[in-house]
């Protein structure tokens, strides 16, 4: 099992402006916002405190029942869980209590932005791993059913970073995911 805490992520506009369109009902960004994304992102850095673990599994010995869209040919599989950590959401509902409505949208972007690069870091060094052992690695699968959470929880140790599954059943801080990643051999020639 694989712990890392606090590593370092780079927040980036144009993903956290792609996010606000997302998940608001803006269209057009002017050169207020993004100024507005720029400034945020910076002075949000601080409350964005990444960490992650994972565990790879062979095939034979992965449970099956929270198994989702896996490729034919898969030997192993990692079984990850990603934070941002609890700083972000506690200024999230200090924006709410302000009813700051475009700057809680921003600043809800920049913590998926955050979960996003959280992901992507793990997602390297998972397939640098999967390189050493002559496999590739398929993209990744998040899981977010309730009822898989505390099967996933058995597999890897969210706990150990932070994560928990809340009373209504989903994880605990919000900014978090977990999922799964699949290793398959890769295809002679190809390296």
């Known amino acids: ?42 002075r ?14 062979p095939k034979e010995k992965f449970p099956k029942e929270v198994l ?3 490729p034919e040919n898969w030997v192993a599989a990692t079984a ?6 609890e700083k972000i959401e506690n200024e999230l ?15 809800h972007s920049i913590a998926l932005e955050g979960v996003e690069q959280s992901l992507n870091f793990i997602e390297r060094l998972i397939r640098e791993e999967a390189l050493s052992e002559d496999c590739e690695i398929s993209k990744s699968n998040n899981v977010d059913s309730k009822k898989l959470f505390p099967k ?6 969210g706990e150990k970073v932070g994560i928990n599954i809340s ?13 799964i990643i699949y290793r398959t051999p890769i295809k002679k020639g190809k390296r």
Request: charged share 35%.
């Open 1 to 42: 099992m694989k712990k890392i805490k606090k590593f370092k992520i780079n927040l980036r506009s144009r993903e956290i402006i792609r996010l606000l369109k997302k998940t608001t009902k803006i269209q057009e960004i002017n050169s207020e916002i993004e100024e507005k994304v720029e400034t945020e992102s910076k």
């Open 44 to 57: 949000y850095q601080k409350f964005i405190t990444p960490a992650a673990i994972y565990e790879t599994i």
């Open 68 to 70: 989702v869209s896996q």
């Open 80 to 85: 990850y869980f990603v934070t941002v950590g």
């Open 93 to 107: 509902k200090d924006i709410r209590d302000r009813k700051d409505m475009a700057g809680e949208s921003i600043a």
């Open 152 to 157: 996933m929880f058995e597999i890897v140790s």
């Open 167 to 179: 009373e209504k059943g989903v994880l605990n801080p919000i900014y978090s995911s977990c999922g």
